[in-house]
């Protein structure tokens, strides 16, 4: 299959990439980067299967879409399922399972390596020009990534969407632990200057001290307060435009997909009653396009499959509208400052910032 004869309204083509698409990375403004990491998951587990499982079920994945338009014209690929990491994940899996405290230090050297290696296949890929999607995985597996962007964009803010506030420090001892992703990163990556959280009904009395604690640089819409504005009749479209509003002009989505209705996601590891509808978790993005602001990344994680397939269709559907909502929003957005050079100035000690190459996709 080539571009030339490519028909995006046939079946999926044997040895097709990710959405059936013919594209390699190397011709793609998206490149999917796959982490299949979840050595600390706390109650269920699964989700290092969830980029494998994504990338099948994206081949029942309609490619025109009547919001986001074509957004596989732009080149869309998912690099291989990388063998190291999934290496790495089950010999961390068995320390991290085997009650032993000697273990935590070894635990937390393998979350060092894995941001590492996310870090350096994110940087590649912006260095390139390309939009870095990270796919977990658990949560833990984005925080190289975002040190990535925050180091090539100023005044980085990120929205995120989870049942969990993921604002425990060092939770059962793991630095890199899934539950602390956004403790890490707010504390270690000065670039990122907002966090806004929605979706969260589960946290712990040192996470909502710390979001006080704040200064306002983390706002989380908590989901019972969501639900109170909906039950007095407040349209969802204009919570979702309150939300926006907290964020900066260039945004990162980190999106768990047990921030969505349990009922669509009833395989992921941590699953709680509440959340977000599927049309409400899209109004987002749809918020964001009429902000004028624009996605800049983002990644998906804890997709867990479960006894069929619907977590990893959800999974694969939720990616594809991201996708293409970003797409938009770069198209649309009125022109970013200029970008500053990498300098010491991402991770506390390291990093930088620079923004990534095209400001359009092919898209019509």
């Avoid at 790495?88 to 991290?96: I, M, T």
Wanted: hydrophobic letters at 40%.
């Amino acid at each position: 299959m080539t571009l030339r004869n490519f028909d995006p309204d046939a079946a999926a083509g044997a040895g097709s990439g990710i959405y059936g698409l013919p594209y390699t990375p190397e011709e793609s403004r998206v490149v999917i980067v796959p982490v299949p990491f979840e050595a600390t998951t706390s109650y269920g587990g699964g989700t290092s299967n969830g980029p494998s499982a994504i990338f099948e079920a994206s081949k029942q994945v309609d490619l025109f879409d009547h919001e986001t338009g074509r957004p596989f014209e732009a080149g869309i690929a998912m690099l291989p399922i990388p063998k190291k990491i999934a290496r790495w994940n089950g010999e961390a899996k068995k320390l991290a399972h085997s009650g032993r405290k000697s273990a935590i230090a070894k635990v937390n050297a393998f979350g060092e390596r894995v941001n590492d290696w996310v870090y350096e296949q994110t940087s590649s890929l912006l260095d390139e020009g390309k939009m870095a999607v990270i796919v977990g995985g658990d949560h833990s597996v984005p925080f190289g990534a975002i040190r990535a962007y925050a180091e090539r964009y100023a005044n980085l803010g990120i929205l995120h969407l989870d049942a969990h506030a993921d604002l425990r420090d060092a939770y059962e001892g793991f630095t890199w632990s899934h539950a602390s992703i956004f403790h890490n990163v707010m504390t270690k990556i000065d670039g990122v200057t907002k966090l806004v959280q929605t979706g969260v009904r589960d946290l712990g009395v040192a996470e909502s001290e710390m979001i006080d604690r704040s200064n306002g640089r983390i706002v989380t819409f908590f989901d019972a307060d969501v639900a109170a504005r909906k039950e007095r009749g407040v349209p969802f479209a204009a919570i979702a435009d309150d939300i926006v509003a907290a964020l900066p002009h260039d945004i990162y989505l980190s999106w768990d997909i047990d921030g969505l209705d349990p009922t669509l996601c009833p395989g992921t590891g941590t699953p709680v009653p509440g959340g977000l509808s599927w049309n409400e978790a899209i109004g987002l993005l749809r918020a964001i396009r009429r902000s004028g602001k624009r996605i800049i990344g983002l990644d998906l994680c804890e997709v867990s499959p479960g006894e069929t397939e619907w977590d990893a269709n959800v999974g694969a559907r939720l990616l594809y509208k991201m996708i293409g909502f970003a797409l938009l929003t770069i198209i649309d957005a009125p022109p970013a400052p200029p970008p500053s050079p990498r300098s010491s100035r991402g991770v506390r000690g390291r990093g930088g910032r620079r923004a990534f190459g095209r400001d359009s996709a092919r898209s019509r």
